[in-house]
């Protein structure tokens, strides 16, 4: 029996302990790698700060519901990483004005250097070479030097957290819903479906935050291993998860 994302966030709505125990083995190992690719922190807040009754992580899905909850679940964790403001700040405005002559494609691997991500990683979460990465940084650089008093090299990744969080409150009523990135990411988007999509997020950064987020989120499942039933149980014990005999043989398919 495969037991869904879906049914998971019920079920932990519902504080059901096959819902949560699920969660800690298949998306604790997520939660670790969002912490150490965002500066560290403790693990043990962010896990309460889900279980808290009113939390409103596991309220509903979206279409592509897994992916949709990896990327509101990297929102989670970033809430409880505390980050310093940048020495030389630099407004989403400024950042838009500069990279206005970029295509769209540039503009997204400009903006995974706010999201920490070097040229190398940033190839292979939009399928291009690092190279090819590092040259867009480079002219993107030199147009936000244009347009600023004072600057230095990793300008955008030292305000990223401040941009990422002004774009996504800059959502407008004409943004893209996940299922437009989705389908783009996934091949799936029409050659008409794709070029509307990039007439809206060439000129809104909400959209291409939110784009490279769903990006990221593909990337990241890659490679990650759950966790085993030793390794998850001072997680149960954490959050007070206590998995009845019945509700083991549902979640590894040993009973009906």
């Known amino acids: 029996m495969i037991y869904t994302c879906y049914e998971m966030a019920r079920d932990c709505r519902a504080d ?14 997520l939660v670790r790698k969002f912490l150490a690719h965002y500066g560290g922190g403790e693990i043990e807040p962010v896990l309460k700060a889900l279980r808290d009754p009113g939390s409103s992580m596991f309220q509903s899905l979206e279409p592509a519901p897994e992916r949709w909850f990896l990327a509101e679940l990297r929102q989670k964790v970033l809430a409880e990483i505390p980050f310093p403001a940048a020495e ?44 090819t990465v590092a040259k867009i940084r480079d002219k993107a ?69 939110h ?18 039933g030793e390794e998850s149980e001072p997680f149960r014990k954490l959050l007070g998860v206590r998995m009845q005999r019945a509700g083991w043989k549902r979640l590894v398919g040993l009973g009906g």
């Open 141 to 209: 650089e030199e147009l936000i030097r244009g347009k600023v008093d004072a600057w230095r090299r990793n300008l955008l990744a030292e305000n990223g957290r401040a941009l990422g969080a002004e774009a996504m409150a800059a959502k407008t009523e004409e943004c893209l819903p996940v299922k437009v990135f989705l389908d783009v990411l996934d091949g799936r988007a029409t050659w008409r479906g794709r070029e509307e999509m990039e007439r809206h997020v060439t000129r809104c950064w909400h959209c291409i935050d």
């Open 16 to 29: 059901k302990p096959e819902g949560w125990s699920h969660f800690i083995t298949n998306y604790v190992p």
């Open 88 to 131: 030389i700040a630099i407004d989403p405005e400024t950042v838009a004005a500069a990279l206005a002559p970029l295509t769209v494609v540039e503009k997204l691997a400009a903006w995974l250097e706010t999201m920490r991500y070097d040229p190398k990683e940033s190839g292979a979460i939009l399928r291009m070479s690092p190279e």
């Open 211 to 228: 784009f490279c987020r769903m990006a990221e989120v593909i990337q990241s499942l890659r490679g990650v291993q759950p966790l085993t």
